[in-house]
């Protein structure tokens, strides 16, 4: 992967290359330019001083004085600066201001002496052997030294050729100052342009550095910050137009991811205040989330839940086989499970349905489950009522209806059969009196209760057990059973004293009931202190038979009996303790019991009461 360059390594190579170009392009047009321009004067400078002193030379050509000519070269050559060259046109020196033409070689092959010899100006530039030197030759033909003025219209005859040259070292020592010049220059302008280029780059990416770091805090879910009014004093018009879009989408961001989490947070309260218990399923059957109902229903930690196995959370093959069987054939199951507990169990109407994500796709199941168990109680409770009922009711009418068809069928007629089996029909008839009457005083507690027509008002308590105990002091009496009141005179509840008594009442019966002859039966009533201040306990304790352990729980529900066979020998409805159940419900209270096989029971009623004066 090609790592990213920071801005300037953009900016600057290209930046000093194009300056560092411009500059070797002009330089390099300028120096050749001017070494052109030099060398050209120089030439032409050259073939007008050949030109002046051509004549000087031809004459002392045309005299032969060979000697003279060359004391002429040197002196001429040394005023001058320039050197100055005699050649014939075979190439032979015969005269050098500079050097002595003897120890020189033939010239003929010089560039400039085949130029002249061709008839024109020649013009040559290069080292000189002689010198040591780089020079600038120019040579002239000299024509028709010896010839007379006829001879000289005629075609010209070139008799030698008058070179004349001079160095350039000057002209190289000048170019290589220039060169130094423009070297230092490019140099000074090449850290000038990487200084601004540095300055560029950086008031460029200075801003954009600011706006990566609020946007790293924009990623990081911080909108506070603003980009503009960071950058706005340096950025340019485009980093400052682009800052501002950021502003704007960092506002609608916040706003939308606001809106999200209002939603979201909506979404997961109702999810969790659900009363149905709800688990959200993916694919590979892994739990995506639960709600507070169903961690507490399969009794699993709801942040741990999601993500495991859901196997691991729901211990149920019938629910799992559903959420399989949902999830391969894609179709919803409503069934309802049964799920067993240490509590019981628990009915659950359960709906596993597909979910979908937003495109549409299958991303699992949801379960939705609905506790019915309080439903299906009640449900069973209303059907063993109705059942009971009739079972209750039937008993005393089978009995009845049997007696007197006795009678018709000519027991009327034994006097005392008569007499004994009109005893037992009135009996029958009693207890289904009393049946009745306990039924209607139920549904009418239950009733009142419910509308809230029950007066509660507060009033010593004494005097209504009292009343109880004298309803049932001739029962007591005959079944030889003491009955003992222990109560405050200063003990007062909050109550209706009529329910009340009949609850008192109900207690008694079953205590005397259920006692052995000379067994005793205490109503005693304690007033709470410290914890338990405000409620009195209304205890009917008896040390008769007791009642076994597994009864207890079903014991306040109607028609049940824990001793049938003795329940009915004294008539009992099935009634009595449903019936105090309520009454203590209506005043807002409870009742309990306590019992043990063979050495007795306590029964103790719950509300609210103290002690006054
Ligand atoms: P019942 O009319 O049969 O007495 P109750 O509702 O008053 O009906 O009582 C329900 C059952 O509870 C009784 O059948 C009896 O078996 C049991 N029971 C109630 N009180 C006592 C008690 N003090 N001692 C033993 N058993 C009791």
Not at 247 to 254: T, V
Request: proline share 2%.
């Amino acid at each position: 992967m090609i790592t990213p360059k920071k801005l300037i390594w953009h900016i600057f190579p290209a930046n000093v290359l194009t300056i560092l170009l411009v500059i070797l392009t002009v330089s390099w047009f300028g120096v050749v330019s001017l070494q052109e321009f030099y060398l050209q004067d120089t030439e032409a400078d050259l073939e007008s001083r050949a030109h002046l002193i051509s004549s000087k030379v031809k004459e002392y050509l045309r005299d032969q004085k060979i000697g003279e000519l060359r004391e002429y070269c040197i002196q001429i050559g040394r005023t001058s600066g320039t050197r100055i060259t005699i050649i014939d046109p075979q190439g032979k020196v015969l005269a050098d201001s500079n050097a002595d033409p003897e120890t020189m070689e033939n010239h003929g092959q010089r560039a400039e002496i085949t130029g002249a010899v061709a008839g024109q100006v020649g013009i040559s530039r290069r080292f000189s052997k002689t010198l040591q030197e780089n020079m600038v030759y120019v040579a002239i033909p000299l024509t028709n030294i010896s010839a007379n003025v006829l001879q000289e219209n005629s075609e010209k005859r070139i008799d030698a050729i008058l070179r004349t040259s001079v160095s350039v070292a000057a002209l190289d020592t000048t170019l290589k100052r220039i060169k130094t010049r423009i070297i230092l220059g490019s140099l000074a302008v090449l850290l000038l342009a990487g200084a601004v280029t540095l300055l560029i780059s950086r008031n460029i990416s200075r801003p954009l550095d600011q706006m990566t770091r609020s946007a790293e805090r924009f990623a990081g879910g911080d909108f506070s910050l603003r980009m503009l009014p960071a950058v706005k004093n340096t950025a340019s018009l485009e980093v400052a137009t682009l800052a501002t879009a950021m502003d704007r989408m960092a506002e609608l961001l916040d706003e939308k991811i606001e809106a999200i989490i209002t939603q979201r947070n909506q979404l997961e309260t109702v999810f969790s205040s659900m009363v149905e218990a709800v688990i959200a399923i993916d694919t590979e059957e892994r739990v995506i989330s639960i709600n507070d109902a169903a961690a507490e229903l399969f009794g699993v930690d709801k942040k741990a839940a999601p993500g495991k196995i859901v196997q691991q959370i729901v211990r149920n093959v019938q629910l799992q086989q559903h959420i399989s069987q949902t999830l391969a054939a894609r179709e919803s199951v409503v069934d309802e499970i049964v799920l067993r507990g240490e509590t019981g169990d628990r009915f659950l109407q359960t709906n596993v349905v597909i979910l979908g994500n937003g495109a549409g796709e299958n991303a699992g199941v949801l379960v939705v489950m609905n506790d019915v168990t309080k439903i299906r109680r009640l449900e069973n409770v209303r059907r063993d009522f109705v059942a009971n009922v009739s079972h209750e009711l039937r008993t005393p009418i089978t009995s009845i209806r049997g007696y007197v068809e006795t009678l018709l069928d000519g027991a009327l007629d034994i006097r005392e059969d008569a007499i004994r089996f009109l005893e037992i029909i009135l009996h029958q008839s009693e207890r289904l009196a009393t049946i009745i009457d306990d039924l209607l005083a139920l549904s009418k507690i239950e009733d009142e209760a419910k509308r809230g027509a029950i007066p509660l008002a507060s009033g010593p308590l004494r005097p209504v057990l009292e009343a109880a105990a004298q309803t049932c002091q001739l029962q007591a009496d005959q079944a030889g059973i003491v009955l003992v009141i222990d109560c405050p005179e200063q003990a007062m509840a909050e109550m209706n004293a009529t329910l009340l008594e009949q609850a008192v009442v109900n207690l008694l019966v079953n205590a005397i009931t259920y006692s052995r002859q000379g067994g005793e039966v205490t109503v005693e009533v304690v007033v709470g202190q410290a914890e338990q201040a405000g409620k009195v306990r209304i205890v009917v304790r008896d040390n008769g038979i007791g009642i076994a352990k597994g009864h207890l729980p079903r014991l306040f529900e109607r028609f049940y009996r824990s001793d049938k066979a003795r329940s009915r020998a004294h008539g009992g409805s099935g009634l009595g303790l449903a019936i105090v159940k309520h009454i203590a419900e209506a005043h807002d209270g409870a009742v309990e019991v306590k019992s043990v096989e063979g050495k007795g029971s306590e029964f103790a009623l719950v509300m609210r009461g103290e002690l006054v004066g």
